[in-house]
């Protein structure tokens, strides 16, 4: 690998860490709101989906996906996990435009 290649990746790095690293301090100072809760204390069983589904929301992997993290997580492995995804879309942002092109992606 070339010496460009390696400060590139490394660039690429301390920007993936840079991201989680805000978007986790903001989840961190940020208290649970009043749906958190409701979201925490709701069943996971079909039925309880089901019945929010449609009579609420109309979001299944979402809202299912919410509940299980708040009631099974302690707040900070949820907020860890919620900035993981986050900084894994904004990777995304970044990979797919520099696949298409056939260049190498800059952070």
Do not use: Q
Request: with cysteine.
């Amino acid at each position: 690998m070339g010496r460009k290649m390696v400060n590139n990746r490394l660039k690429m790095v301390i920007a993936i860490l840079i991201v989680f690293s805000l978007v986790y301090s903001i989840g961190f100072i940020t208290p649970m709101n009043s749906d958190d809760y409701t979201y925490a204390l709701r069943e996971l069983s079909l039925s309880s989906v089901k019945m929010h589904y449609l009579g609420w929301s109309g979001r299944v992997v979402s809202d299912t996906l919410s509940t299980s993290l708040l009631k099974f997580f302690s707040p900070h492995i949820y907020n860890a996990i919620n900035s993981a995804a986050l900084t894994l879309m904004v990777l995304c942002w970044t990979m797919i435009p520099a696949t298409l092109t056939k260049s190498s992606p800059s952070p």
